[in-house]
């Protein structure tokens, strides 16, 4: 087909213009034009338009671009790079040792939900590294910030006095790995010890007075994740203690925390509060603070039914014998169960940071074990129209009211019921005169309904046949 002069001369035109023109890749696309970095450093970049070398080393996950940084080690060190991702850009951060055109790997890491990718390395003294910035296969393009120094050195002790208000600090796995700090504690005094910590589980250790070094001392104490502690100097072993934070290993990001050293006061140890029976025990916690931990006592002269009911604030209950054994812990604030004759301590406990006020109150009553009978017996016989006694009997020898439920038997339908009364028991005895309107066979049960100090408790049955002697 034939075109027209028209036609050929735009064809020809547009075959001159230029095309359409594309975005150029980030300057530190290649690893040859990596950017420099003298640390520390914090520069910004992106992944947008950056493209792959046809010799790329490989990372710990597939990539679909790449930009580079470069840094000279001055000396022996260790070296942190860290990345912030921006908008939904999934990261990967590799660190590799040049040596002529030579790459060694040294670390790796890939971005988690957050954005965030951390590595450390160990530097030789004159050595030349190349940090990537990776975008993933399965990524959109987009910006990010990188910082890139040098750790502070781990603290010696003792430390630095802490202050009476306690501090408030942050360590974090690369550039602040612990904090230490120093008290001095008066032997036979009793000083409660707490790291209050939002998230996290940062470690705590109580060094000895003369410690010198941290990496080759004992600790005298550590503290789990609850971050709380008594301690107590023994005799000669009084004087200037340190107290090392340690950054959780697996955590990133800062690890904020609060620690504070104070004397223990009569609700922080042994033998702590009284609380009596029904009694309602007001209190406060301050979970930030020192002040995490309450401690209350009582006594059981026999076997009870417990409950222990905490209000206010979400704070923790822990039931112990005193000889530290534990018998119930409870996170909703309430604990109910049977125990043993004996001593026991309530702590109520902070979790965490939580502050706030709380009312606590035990209710304990005694267990009872109640018997029936009928004319002092479980099985027996009578004459018709002859009153029976039903006795009740009680241990301990409680008071209270007793409910007692008669029932005649008919041999077509069985157990019939036929009457309810209510009578009250003194010195652990209840009793009634019943007199059984017909013949047959019939039987009581009883149910003691407690009192304030005295659990409910049932009996079994105790059986009359009421009928003439047996003739031909």
Not at 29 to 43: G, I, K
Not at 330 to 357: C, F, H, M, N, W
Not at 446 to 471: C, D, F, K, M, W
Request: proline residues 8%.
């Amino acid at each position: 087909m034939s075109r027209s002069p028209i036609a050929l001369v735009l064809f020809a035109v547009v075959a001159l213009l230029p095309a359409t023109a594309q975005a150029a890749p980030p300057p530190n696309d290649n690893r040859a034009a990596a950017t420099p970095l003298s640390l520390p450093a914090a520069p910004s970049g992106t992944t947008g338009e950056s493209t792959l070398e046809e010799d790329e080393p490989s990372s710990c996950a597939l990539l679909r671009g790449s930009v580079w940084y470069s840094v000279q080690a001055p000396a022996r060190r260790n070296i942190v790079v860290r990345l912030a991702a921006q908008g939904d850009l999934d990261a990967v951060i590799d660190v590799f040792q040049r040596t002529r055109s030579q790459l060694s790997p040294v670390n790796c890491d890939v971005g988690n939900a957050r954005g965030q990718a951390e590595t450390e390395f160990r530097s030789t003294r004159g050595g030349s590294y190349l940090i990537r910035v990776g975008q993933r296969v399965n990524s959109v393009p987009g910006g990010f910030r990188l910082d890139v120094f040098s750790p502070q050195p781990p603290p010696r002790p003792p430390g630095p006095a802490l202050p009476t208000a306690g501090v408030t600090r942050s360590v974090n796995v690369t550039a602040n790995t612990s904090d230490a700090f120093s008290t001095v504690m008066r032997a036979g005094t009793t000083y409660r010890v707490h790291r209050a910590q939002a998230q996290g589980c940062t470690a705590l250790a109580l060094y000895p007075p003369g410690t010198t070094d941290f990496d080759a001392a004992s600790p005298v104490k550590r503290a789990g994740c609850g971050g709380y502690f008594l301690f107590t100097p023994a005799a000669g072993e009084g004087g200037r203690y340190s107290l090392l934070v340690t950054a959780q290993a697996r955590r990133r990001g800062d690890q904020r925390y609060h620690l504070q050293v104070a004397e223990a006061t009569d609700d922080d140890t042994s033998p702590g509060l009284p609380l009596g029976n029904y009694e309602r025990a007001r209190g406060s916690l301050q979970g930030s603070g020192v002040d995490a931990v309450d401690i209350y006592r009582f006594s059981l002269a026999r076997r009870s039914l417990l409950r222990v009911n905490l209000s206010g604030s979400g704070f923790k209950l822990q039931l112990l014998r005193d000889n530290g054994n534990r018998v119930a812990s409870s996170d909703d604030g309430v604990i109910e169960r049977r125990v043993k004759k004996g001593r026991y301590y309530l702590a109520v406990r902070s979790p965490r940071t939580q502050s706030g006020r709380y009312v606590l109150q035990r209710q304990a009553r005694t267990i009872t074990r109640a018997s029936i009978s009928i004319n002092g017996k479980r099985s027996t016989g009578a004459a018709p129209g002859q009153a029976v006694r039903v006795g009740v009997r009680l241990r301990p020898p409680v008071a209270g009211p007793v409910r007692i439920t008669l029932e005649r038997f008919d041999p077509f339908a069985g157990w019939q019921f036929y009457r309810r009364l209510s009578v009250q028991a003194n010195g652990g005895l209840a009793t009634l005169s019943f007199t059984p309107p017909s013949q047959g066979r019939w039987r009581a049960t009883a149910v003691y309904r407690g009192t304030r100090i005295a659990a409910p408790s049932e009996t079994g049955y105790a059986n009359v046949l009421v009928a003439p002697p047996l003739t031909d």
